[in-house]
Structure formats: structure tokens, C-alpha cells
């Protein structure tokens, strides 16, 4: 422990000169053995008479809550449970993890409500004294250590912190705190503070949750915002994340909910009424469910006290929630309430009301809740939304899962409070650094805030629905992809980025038993994979300087359109820079390319993650992916799920093709700003003129994917593209043969096209692309089968067009070659057709008749013409 101790506020003195009365530690629990997993990077513990606590963060640049907590014999375990489940909440957003805790320790029996309030002010005060004795400063920029205090390890400064259980209204206090220690993030010190983003009045972790809800939902063909849909809820309409939740939508049918204090029952809800009747709720000050108008519920139900001896069950009641009972206990009817066979259960509380059946209620830890907790093969729901934390264990979502209902988990759900409160500190940082150079007044700074609200919502709403859609997509592709999921997970434990027991992930065999009923790993097991892995992109990204001016627009993205116009060149020199960067883009790379993107890509080409990096922001801007996708969102509600993850999967794979061939052309010498504005242009080309460009398969595929997409509400320009997205990616080497070969890309396109008609290298490609992968080498086999066809087929047109006349038709020109060729070509030919008349494909046919194309092209295609081109 002494070992492990890195500063200490104990020779540190108060304003009148006598030591403190209380103890702040600053611990390296990595050094302690017997200490818990998962183990923090640094721990603060603040000790006295009055009060105690701890503060624990995953990194240096960490950020979490500030709990009042009530548990006086395991405060860290809940402290500590609660930072790990913020590690993953934070891969959205810049800082890691951090979560603390602190326990006033004077009995407070019999005291009032404001006493009890005062000596809880008292207690955080100090608490957040003490974490900032030990913390380092910085002034005009320079780092400046706290006085009296001998320091064992690197400069470490950036310490924040957020409201949480029991402290929502305590950030001012918190900044107030800071601003006498003269600390260098000012109000940014505690986000959503009276000059901050008010969680409750933008209702953005009700809303980010929702976003995940819609999403179950819209698979499920329900559009919550169109249609009638019920609801059992966990909380009350005084609650901010169960408040602002249960108002999201005028189809709400909220049949049951229940609190600490009362349950709410309305057999058969009027959709409008009860509506307006919670938010009547909302709206009043301290409200409760027996503020509830009993004239507004309906026959048999009612608003009951939950320290009654039983409640009657009415008729109503009975039908409902298939009660044979005629009388319950408050707890009995909670029981019966949750494992009610309803649309949606919503947590907008507090507590843990779902385990697995392989787990006791010991092992949850939530002694309060013990008697109502269900199992998760029990919930009868369809659908889990989680605003609040820790409603359900993760093994219990993982078994509702597998049992048919359907749920991420409380980390991806309500995202959203603090992916919006890491948005405050990041936009006040700049602010404050505006404010030091005189270019911003403090009244200009409120305004400014306050203007870009909405915004900020915005942002942050975008994030959620961006992240749920990836989880989704990936769900869809479990059983498929199955391998590179478990390779994946494989590759994070050996790197030391996971321990897959703590995080209740499954073994392979395991796995392997779940395929043989036709699953996976479920939604809940992705989301926990997800972020880890954009966790383990952002923490290398981060390595990196960022210099070229191409990499500003992602850091851009990361802030207020409203604050990018007025201070773009300023945001420049934002102090977290760098760490910004890396954060957005290792957030949409995962959400647009999925989690086995990056190691899938290492893997067929060795290339580091900064370099991917690179390359799939020119493959995505090339293909102008982020347009295509808010194309493809817009149709939410209009088209069927299942065409819009097709037409996302058929982007995703023409990027990763232009990802893969960049990294493999242009590994050392790509220039975003150059070589994407090269690629462009011939794209848009290609695009406008494939019809004319196009031949044979290519064009009668295309023509029949337009009209299927079509005809089921996609618009016609989005149509034509997905459509020729498979050909698309031929553009990459259309260009390098025009650079080459001093052709036009229309003429060399014409050529390209005509000869892969002509030697059905378009069937050939499709069979590979169909053929399914065993295993994650067969998967990368048909991968660098498929770039040999692409290069071959390039390789052939160049000598098409160098052995032909200028200004020949395409069509002639291949003709010539082929008459010029005839054996090699017939033979090609030959090939061809044994493949297809054969009931058995693998890979081994592939690579033999790849092969034997090689043959054909390097046999046609002078020495002098190869030069430059690389195969």
C-alpha cells in the first residue's frame, strides 16, 4: 500500500495554518495485489470523521459521476462497478472511465430533510477538497503541482467531474470548490452547472436511450411514434431519465409502473390522456404517482402504496397480467408487473430488478431489491429500454436475449448524459482558452453556451442513434461473422485491453454450443465488444499528431456547427486535440465499419491502425459514405429494415474494398487532401454515365437492383448507386490505369467493363463473394482472391487498351485482344465452365482459376506498361 501510494495531501496545511481535517491519498491500485478487478489507474481516497470516499479513473483522462452513496459497508464495490460500466459508456467520447463515491458518516436520525441536505453539501465539499489537493494544475498552460505534496508519478491535471445519485443539483458547488482552487477547467470542472447543458431540461439520456428503443422496434416493423404501444416502467414522472422517457412519444400505453414509494396500474390506458396526465406529473414540482388524477385510470386499476400488508386484484388486473391471485403482496404484484407480457419494459430508476438464473442475489448486490428481482428468462417483454443504470445484470440481459426479447445494455442506452456532458467540458476548454487570450467576454461565453443547446443535443442524439445502428447491424451478422466476432474478443484479451470474465463474455465453446440453435453473441455481448474495441482504436489513434489539415474536419465534427463557424482556427490549438481527433474517429470508423473492421484489415495487409485510419477516411470520402448513409436513415419508417441493412452492408463493403486497395497502392504516399478529391471526380462520373459505361451482367444486374430498390420506396439516385456499388470499387484502378496510360477514366472504364463482360469475370467475382467463409482465414483467402481478380482484370485492360487503336471502340478493342489471344482466353474460357456446371465450391477451385487468369493477363500486358502498377 505504501508502495502504491503516489501523493498525499497530509503535510498540506489549512488557512490558519494547522493540518487538515481530513486525509486525501492518491493510489496506483495496479501495484496492489489483492485489490479487485478491474483495477483503476488511479484511485483517490479521502478520509475523515464526517466523511469518506473514493474517486477511481481508468486513465489519466477520465471522467464519471459523483454519487452520494448510502452504502456504508461496500461504498468502493458500488464505486468500482460503476466505473467499469463507465469505461464502456465512455468509448463515445473522449475520457475514459472514471466513478466516485462518497459517504457522510454522521447519523443523521431524526433530522429534517434540509439538515440532512446540509451535511451532505458539507461532505462533498470536502470530498471534492480533497480530490483537488492531490491534483496537478495548470496556469497559462504550464503545468503547476499542489503545494506541500511530493509526487510519485507524471503530471496529471485533468481531473472532472458530473452529477450522479443524490448530487443533480451539486456541479455549481463542485465549480464554486474549483474556482477557489483557482482551477484551470473553471465551470468545466463539474458540467451542467447553472452556466452548462441541464440534463433533465434537454432530457438527452431519455432521449439516447430512445434512440435504441426506436431502433428494436423499427425491426420489430413498430413505429413508436406512429402506433399504439404498451409499457411497464421502472420510476416516476418526477425523475429525469423516467420523466423525460415516458414523454417521447403520444402512442405511450403505460399499463404499470412503480417506484420506492407507490405502484401505478392502468389496466387499459388511454394513449392521449394519460399523456397529458404525465406530464401534468413532470411538470409539478417533487411530484409522486399519487399526484396521479384517479378520474384518468381506468376500471381496476389505481395508484397503490407499496407498505401496504396486500392489494386487491381486480378483474382488470387479473386479464392484463395473467394474476390468478386474488389478493398480492406490493412485492408480488411488482413481480408479476415485470415479467408481464408487454411491448416494452423502460428503467428509469434505480436498482437492479433483472439476473440471470445462473446468478444469486447475493452475487447482484442490491440487498433493496432481493425479493422483487426476476430472471431474465422470465421477462415475457419484448423489448428492454435502459435510461437508468444497472436495471439488469448483464448475464440477465444476455439470457432475455436468448430467449427471444431483445436489448442492448445500460451503457449503450443512455450514452447520451454523458457523451453530452463531455461535450460541455470540451467546448468550455476552448471557450476558457478564448476568454485568456481576450477574444471572449464571460457574458459572451453564457450567451454563447446557451445558444448552441440544441446542438449540442443534436451531436449527441446523432452519436446514439449512430452507435445502436452499428450494434444492430452486427446482431444481424452474428451467426455469419461469428468467427471474426470471437477473433475479435480473442485479439482484445491478449492485448490486455479485456478480461473477458469480468465482462460476462462467453468461451468459444460456448458459442459453439449457441450456433447449434441458430444463435450467437448477442446484442448485449456486442455492445460490451463494441466498445472496447473503439476504446483500444481511440487509445493508439491518440499516439498520433494529427498534423495534416485533413484530419481537422473530424474534430470539427465533434463540436456546435455554431461554434466551428465563429471559431474554427482557434479550435486548432484545442489542448485536447489530439485525443479529440482520435475519439471521432475511432467512433465512426466502428459504428460505420463494424468492430472486426480494423483487425480484419491488419490482418490481409499489415498495415497499422493510423494507416487504416487514413485510408478509410479517403475510401469513405471517396465513396461519400457519411451522404449515403443520411440518405439511408432518412428512410427510417419508409422502407423495410431489411432492405436498408442491405444497402448498408453493400457501402460498407465497396469502403473496405477502397480502404483495403489504398493501403495496398498508396500505403506510404497517400494524401488525403490530395488523392481524395482525385478519386472523386471519376466516381461522380462513373456513376452519372453507367449506364453507357457499364456491359453485359454488370448492367443487367444493376438495371434489376434499381428497379428492386425502387419499387420498395428507395429514391432513384440512391437505387442506381447501390446498385453498382459492387463495380464501384473499380474505380480505383480505372483511375490508376487513366494516371497510367494518359486514356480518359470514361474511355478506360468503357474498356474495363467490356472485358470483364467478355471473360464473365462479373460471375466469377459474385461466386467468391457468395462463397461463405468457414473460418477467418478462408475469409481473408477470399478477400486477397477478390483483390487478385480486381488487379488482373485491371492489368488486362491496360493491355486492351496499349495493344489497341487510340480512339477504338471498346467493344472492337476487346475483340482484337481476345482474336489476338485465342488460346490463353479459351482456356480462361474452359475454366470457367467446369466451374460452372461443378456442384462443389471452395476455395481451392478459386485460387487455381485465379491462377490461371494471372497467366492470361501478365502473358498480354507488356514489361514497359507494368511499370508503376502492382500487382
Same mark, same amino acid.
Given at each position: 500500500?505504501?508502495?502504491?501510494?503516489?501523493?498525499?495531501?497530509? #503535510?498540506?496545511?489549512?488557512?490558519?495554518?494547522?493540518?487538515?481535517?481530513?486525509?486525501?491519498?492518491?493510489?496506483?491500485?495496479?501495484?496492489?495485489?489483492?485489490?479487485?478487478?478491474?483495477?483503476?489507474?488511479?484511485?483517490?481516497?479521502?478520509?475523515?470523521?464526517?466523511?469518506?470516499?473514493?474517486?477511481?479513473?481508468?486513465?489519466?483522462?477520465?471522467?464519471?459521476?459523483?454519487?452520494?452513496?448510502?452504502?456504508?459497508?461496500?461504498?468502493?464495490?458500488?464505486?468500482?462497478?460503476?466505473?467499469?460500466?463507465?469505461?464502456? /459508456?465512455?468509448?463515445?467520447?473522449?475520457?475514459?472511465?472514471?466513478?466516485?463515491?462518497?459517504?457522510?458518516?454522521?447519523?443523521?436520525?431524526?433530522?429534517?430533510?434540509?439538515?440532512?441536505?446540509?451535511?451532505?453539501? #458539507?461532505?462533498?465539499?470536502?470530498?471534492?477538497?480533497?480530490?483537488?489537493?492531490?491534483?496537478?494544475?495548470?496556469?497559462?498552460?504550464?503545468?503547476?503541482?499542489?503545494?506541500?505534496?511530493?509526487?510519485?508519478?507524471?503530471?496529471?491535471?485533468?481531473?472532472?467531474?458530473?452529477?450522479?445519485?443524490?448530487?443533480?443539483?451539486?456541479?455549481?458547488?463542485?465549480?464554486?470548490?474549483?474556482?477557489?482552487?483557482?482551477?484551470?477547467?473553471?465551470?468545466?470542472?463539474?458540467?451542467?452547472?447553472?452556466?452548462?447543458? @441541464?440534463?433533465?431540461?434537454?432530457?438527452?439520456?431519455?432521449?439516447?436511450?430512445?434512440?435504441?428503443?426506436?431502433?428494436?422496434?423499427?425491426?420489430?416493423?413498430?413505429?413508436?411514434?406512429? =402506433?399504439?404501444?404498451?409499457?411497464?416502467?421502472?420510476? @416516476?414522472?418526477?425523475?429525469?431519465?423516467?420523466?423525460?422517457?415516458?414523454?417521447?412519444?403520444?402512442?405511450?400505453?403505460?399499463?404499470?409502473?412503480?417506484?420506492?414509494?407507490?405502484?401505478?396500474?392502468?389496466?387499459?390506458?388511454?394513449?392521449?390522456?394519460?399523456? +397529458?396526465?404525465?406530464?401534468?406529473?413532470?411538470?409539478?414540482? +417533487?411530484?409522486?404517482?399519487?399526484? #396521479?388524477?384517479?378520474?384518468?385510470?381506468?376500471?381496476?386499476?389505481?395508484?397503490?402504496?407499496?407498505?401496504?400488508?396486500?392489494?386487491?386484484?381486480?378483474?382488470?388486473?387479473?386479464?392484463?397480467?395473467?394474476?390468478?391471485?386474488?389478493?398480492?403482496?406490493?412485492?408480488?404484484?411488482?413481480?408479476?408487473?415485470? /415479467?408481464?407480457?408487454?411491448?416494452?419494459?423502460?428503467?428509469?430508476?434505480?436498482?437492479? #430488478?433483472?439476473?440471470?438464473?445462473? =446468478?444469486?442475489?447475493?452475487?447482484?448486490?442490491?440487498?433493496?431489491?432481493?425479493?422483487?428481482?426476476?430472471?431474465? @428468462?422470465?421477462?415475457?417483454?419484448?423489448?428492454?429500454?435502459?435510461?437508468?443504470?444497472?436495471?439488469?445484470?448483464?448475464?440477465?440481459?444476455?439470457?432475455?436475449?436468448?430467449?427471444?426479447?431483445?436489448?442492448?445494455?445500460?451503457?449503450?442506452?443512455?450514452? %447520451?448524459?454523458?457523451?453530452?456532458?463531455?461535450?460541455?467540458?470540451?467546448?468550455?476548454?476552448?471557450?476558457?482558452?478564448?476568454?485568456?487570450?481576450?477574444?471572449?467576454?464571460?457574458?459572451?461565453?453564457?450567451?454563447?453556451?446557451?445558444?448552441?443547446?440544441?446542438?449540442?443535443?443534436?451531436?449527441?442524439?446523432?452519436?446514439?442513434?449512430? &452507435?445502436?445502428?452499428?450494434?444492430?447491424?452486427? *446482431?444481424?451478422?452474428?451467426?455469419?461473422?461469428?468467427?471474426?466476432?470471437?477473433?475479435?474478443?480473442?485479439?482484445?484479451?491478449?492485448?490486455?485491453?479485456?478480461?473477458?470474465?469480468?465482462?460476462?463474455?462467453?468461451?468459444?465453446?460456448?458459442?459453439?454450443?449457441?450456433?447449434?440453435?441458430?444463435?450467437?453473441? !448477442?446484442?448485449?455481448?456486442?455492445?460490451?465488444?463494441?466498445?472496447?474495441?473503439?476504446?483500444?482504436?481511440?487509445?493508439?489513434?491518440?499516439?498520433?499528431?494529427?498534423?495534416?489539415?485533413?484530419?481537422?474536419?473530424?474534430?470539427? !465534427?465533434?463540436?456546435?456547427?455554431?461554434?466551428?463557424?465563429?471559431?474554427?482556427? &482557434?479550435?486548432? /490549438? $484545442?489542448?485536447?486535440?489530439?485525443?479529440?481527433?482520435?475519439?471521432?474517429?475511432?467512433?465512426?470508423?466502428?459504428?460505420?465499419?463494424?468492430?472486426?473492421?480494423?483487425?480484419?484489415? *491488419?490482418?490481409?495487409?499489415?498495415?497499422?491502425?493510423?494507416?487504416?485510419?487514413?485510408?478509410?477516411?479517403?475510401?469513405?470520402?471517396?465513396?461519400?459514405?457519411?451522404?449515403?448513409?443520411?440518405?439511408?436513415?432518412?428512410?427510417?419508417?419508409?422502407?423495410?429494415?431489411?432492405?436498408?441493412?442491405?444497402?448498408?452492408?453493400?457501402?460498407?463493403?465497396?469502403?473496405?474494398?477502397?480502404?483495403?486497395?489504398?493501403?495496398?497502392?498508396?500505403?506510404?504516399?497517400?494524401?488525403?487532401?490530395?488523392?481524395?478529391?482525385?478519386?472523386?471526380?471519376?466516381?461522380?462520373?462513373?456513376?452519372?454515365?453507367?449506364?453507357?459505361?457499364?456491359?453485359?451482367?454488370?448492367?443487367?444486374?444493376? +438495371?434489376?437492383?434499381?428497379? +428492386?430498390?425502387?419499387?420498395?420506396?428507395?429514391?432513384?439516385?440512391?437505387?442506381?448507386?447501390?446498385?453498382?456499388?459492387? $463495380?464501384?470499387?473499380?474505380?480505383?484502378?480505372?483511375?490508376?490505369?487513366?494516371?497510367?496510360? %494518359?486514356?480518359?477514366?470514361?474511355?478506360?472504364?468503357?474498356? &474495363?467493363?467490356?472485358?470483364?463482360?467478355?471473360?464473365?469475370? $462479373?460471375?466469377?467475382?459474385? *461466386?467468391?463473394?457468395?462463397?461463405?467463409?468457414?473460418?477467418?482465414?478462408?475469409?481473408?483467402?477470399?478477400?486477397?482472391?477478390?483483390?487478385?481478380?480486381?488487379?488482373?482484370?485491371?492489368?488486362?485492360?491496360?493491355?486492351?487498351?496499349?495493344?489497341?487503336?487510340?480512339?477504338?471502340?471498346?467493344?472492337?478493342?476487346?475483340?482484337?485482344?481476345?482474336?489476338?489471344?485465342?488460346?490463353?482466353?479459351?482456356?480462361?474460357?474452359?475454366? &470457367?465452365?467446369?466451374?460452372?456446371?461443378? !456442384?462443389?465450391?471452395?476455395?481451392?477451385?478459386?485460387?487455381?482459376?485465379?491462377?490461371?487468369?494471372?497467366?492470361?493477363?501478365?502473358?498480354?500486358?507488356?514489361?514497359?506498361?507494368?511499370?508503376?502498377?502492382?500487382?
Amino acid at each position: 500500500m505504501i508502495l502504491a501510494t503516489l501523493r498525499t495531501n497530509y #503535510y498540506q496545511l489549512d488557512e490558519d495554518g494547522n493540518p487538515k481535517e481530513y486525509l486525501s491519498l492518491k493510489l496506483q491500485p495496479e501495484l496492489i495485489s489483492e485489490a479487485p478487478l478491474p483495477k483503476p489507474k488511479y484511485e483517490m481516497f479521502v478520509y475523515s470523521c464526517r466523511v469518506e470516499g473514493v474517486h477511481l479513473r481508468g486513465g489519466k483522462v477520465a471522467r464519471g459521476g459523483l454519487r452520494w452513496s448510502d452504502r456504508s459497508e461496500d461504498y468502493r464495490t458500488e464505486v468500482l462497478g460503476l466505473m467499469k460500466a463507465q469505461q464502456v /459508456k465512455n468509448s463515445v467520447i473522449v475520457p475514459l472511465g472514471a466513478k466516485g463515491g462518497f459517504l457522510p458518516k454522521r447519523s443523521m436520525e431524526g433530522a429534517s430533510r434540509e439538515e440532512v441536505m446540509a451535511e451532505g453539501v #458539507y461532505c462533498y465539499r470536502m470530498f471534492i477538497r480533497g480530490l483537488l489537493d492531490v491534483a496537478d494544475n495548470l496556469v497559462k498552460g504550464k503545468v503547476v503541482h499542489p503545494e506541500r505534496v511530493v509526487r510519485y508519478d507524471d503530471d496529471d491535471y485533468y481531473l472532472v467531474v458530473a452529477a450522479d445519485k443524490g448530487t443533480a443539483t451539486f456541479s455549481d458547488i463542485a465549480n464554486e470548490v474549483a474556482e477557489s482552487y483557482g482551477f484551470w477547467l473553471g465551470d468545466a470542472f463539474a458540467s451542467g452547472g447553472s452556466n452548462g447543458y @441541464d440534463h433533465k431540461q434537454m432530457g438527452i439520456t431519455a432521449k439516447g436511450a430512445w434512440e435504441s428503443v426506436k431502433r428494436h422496434f423499427r425491426d420489430k416493423h413498430i413505429d413508436t411514434q406512429a =402506433e399504439d404501444f404498451s409499457v411497464v416502467a421502472i420510476g @416516476d414522472m418526477a425523475g429525469d431519465v423516467f420523466g423525460n422517457g415516458m414523454l417521447l412519444s403520444k402512442h405511450i400505453q403505460l399499463v404499470a409502473a412503480f417506484n420506492h414509494l407507490h405502484i401505478f396500474v392502468d389496466p387499459s390506458p388511454s394513449a392521449a390522456k394519460s399523456y +397529458r396526465e404525465r406530464k401534468r406529473l413532470f411538470e409539478l414540482e +417533487r411530484s409522486s404517482w399519487a399526484d #396521479y388524477n384517479p378520474r384518468l385510470i381506468s376500471e381496476g386499476g389505481g395508484v397503490f402504496s407499496r407498505s401496504a400488508k396486500s392489494i386487491a386484484i381486480s378483474p382488470e388486473m387479473k386479464k392484463r397480467f395473467d394474476i390468478r391471485e386474488s389478493s398480492l403482496t406490493p412485492n408480488g404484484l411488482i413481480s408479476y408487473l415485470l /415479467k408481464a407480457e408487454e411491448d416494452l419494459l423502460w428503467n428509469g430508476g434505480i436498482g437492479t #430488478y433483472v439476473k440471470s438464473r445462473l =446468478e444469486s442475489d447475493l452475487v447482484v448486490g442490491d440487498k433493496a431489491n432481493d425479493a422483487i428481482r426476476i430472471n431474465g @428468462d422470465e421477462l415475457r417483454c419484448k423489448v428492454v429500454g435502459e435510461g437508468g443504470n444497472l436495471g439488469l445484470t448483464q448475464l440477465g440481459r444476455v439470457e432475455f436475449n436468448l430467449n427471444g426479447g431483445v436489448c442492448f445494455t445500460d451503457f449503450i442506452d443512455n450514452a %447520451g448524459g454523458v457523451n453530452s456532458s463531455d461535450a460541455e467540458v470540451n467546448i468550455k476548454i476552448m471557450l476558457n482558452q478564448l476568454m485568456e487570450s481576450g477574444k471572449l467576454s464571460d457574458r459572451s461565453r453564457k450567451t454563447l453556451l446557451a445558444q448552441m443547446t440544441d446542438e449540442v443535443s443534436e451531436l449527441v442524439l446523432e452519436n446514439n442513434y449512430r &452507435q445502436a445502428q452499428a450494434i444492430n447491424l452486427m *446482431q444481424h451478422q452474428a451467426v455469419r461473422r461469428n468467427f471474426e466476432y470471437i477473433r475479435v474478443m480473442k485479439g482484445l484479451e491478449e492485448h490486455g485491453y479485456l478480461n473477458p470474465r469480468i465482462e460476462f463474455l462467453p468461451t468459444e465453446e460456448e458459442v459453439q454450443e449457441r450456433l447449434t440453435s441458430g444463435q450467437a453473441l !448477442t446484442a448485449p455481448e456486442l455492445s460490451v465488444l463494441t466498445s472496447y474495441v473503439k476504446g483500444a482504436v481511440k487509445e493508439r489513434l491518440a499516439e498520433e499528431s494529427f498534423e495534416d489539415p485533413y484530419f481537422l474536419k473530424e474534430m470539427y !465534427t465533434a463540436f456546435p456547427p455554431t461554434l466551428v463557424k465563429k471559431f474554427g482556427r &482557434q479550435l486548432e /490549438k $484545442h489542448r485536447l486535440k489530439r485525443e479529440i481527433i482520435a475519439t471521432q474517429i475511432a467512433n465512426n470508423m466502428v459504428n460505420n465499419m463494424g468492430m472486426s473492421f480494423v483487425s480484419r484489415i *491488419q490482418e490481409t495487409t499489415g498495415a497499422s491502425r493510423s494507416q487504416i485510419a487514413s485510408a478509410y477516411l479517403a475510401a469513405r470520402d471517396i465513396f461519400g459514405m457519411e451522404d449515403r448513409l443520411s440518405e439511408i436513415r432518412s428512410l427510417d419508417g419508409k422502407v423495410k429494415p431489411d432492405i436498408q441493412i442491405d444497402m448498408i452492408q453493400d457501402l460498407i463493403r465497396l469502403v473496405r474494398r477502397g480502404t483495403r486497395w489504398l493501403l495496398r497502392n498508396r500505403r506510404d504516399t497517400l494524401d488525403l487532401g490530395k488523392d481524395v478529391p482525385l478519386f472523386q471526380k471519376p466516381l461522380a462520373t462513373l456513376q452519372r454515365d453507367f449506364s453507357a459505361i457499364g456491359a453485359g451482367d454488370a448492367i443487367n444486374e444493376w +438495371r434489376s437492383g434499381t428497379k +428492386r430498390l425502387s419499387r420498395e420506396g428507395v429514391p432513384a439516385e440512391l437505387a442506381g448507386f447501390i446498385a453498382a456499388s459492387h $463495380h464501384l470499387y473499380s474505380l480505383m484502378g480505372i483511375v490508376e490505369v487513366s494516371r497510367l496510360t %494518359g486514356e480518359t477514366t470514361s474511355r478506360v472504364a468503357s474498356v &474495363q467493363f467490356a472485358v470483364g463482360d467478355q471473360l464473365h469475370l $462479373h460471375w466469377f467475382s459474385k *461466386q467468391m463473394h457468395e462463397y461463405q467463409a468457414a473460418s477467418q482465414w478462408e475469409a481473408l483467402a477470399r478477400e486477397s482472391l477478390q483483390d487478385d481478380l480486381n488487379w488482373q482484370q485491371v492489368a488486362i485492360t491496360m493491355a486492351v487498351l496499349s495493344e489497341g487503336k487510340k480512339r477504338a471502340p471498346a467493344e472492337r478493342l476487346i475483340t482484337r485482344w481476345m482474336e489476338e489471344h485465342n488460346d490463353l482466353v479459351q482456356r480462361w474460357l474452359s475454366m &470457367q465452365a467446369e466451374i460452372r456446371s461443378s !456442384t462443389v465450391r471452395d476455395l481451392s477451385i478459386y485460387t487455381v482459376a485465379i491462377r490461371e487468369l494471372m497467366d492470361l493477363s501478365q502473358s498480354t500486358l507488356g514489361t514497359s506498361a507494368r511499370i508503376g502498377f502492382g500487382t
